[in-house]
């Protein structure tokens, strides 16, 4: 089983900054890819910024120039650098690994709990 734990939401003013974090652990060999994801109340579920095991990044164009996503120093880690934030990045933001691969030769995908970041007016 793997789990993905994300930290580092919370509340922030306009212009703000914050840096979410995701730890991903348990049978993993390799991973295609991770990513961010958010969900705002009432909206659906929409791409953040993704990083690939080559290090290709893909961001929203709502977001680009303002987040950046990097891997961590521990292994299946990334974060989510967030600045100049806007009211209307609030949501909750999810972690999401692509194409995980365990030690039985399986490729899935999952997603964390999601930390919720609210920006305040």
């Known amino acids: 089983q793997v789990q993905l734990v994300e930290s580092g939401g919370g509340l922030v003013q306009a212009g703000g900054s914050l840096r979410l974090s995701c730890a991903a652990s348990?049978?993993?060999?390799?991973?295609?890819?991770m990513g961010w994801y958010r969900q705002a109340p009432g909206k659906q579920r929409e791409l953040v910024a993704t990083?690939?095991?080559?290090?290709?990044?893909n961001y929203a164009d709502s977001v680009k120039g303002r987040f950046t996503i990097s891997r961590g120093n521990a292994k299946n880690t990334v974060y989510l650098q967030m600045n100049s934030l806007k009211p209307e990045d609030t949501a909750v933001y999810y972690c999401?690994?692509?194409?995980?691969?365990?030690?039985?030769?399986?490729?899935?995908?999952?997603w964390g709990k999601g930390t919720l970041v609210t920006v305040s007016s």
């Open positions: 348990g049978d993993i060999v390799s991973i295609n890819a």
């Open positions: 999401h690994a692509a194409d995980v691969y365990n030690t039985k030769g399986y490729g899935m995908n999952y």
């Open positions: 990083l690939t095991g080559a290090g290709r990044t």
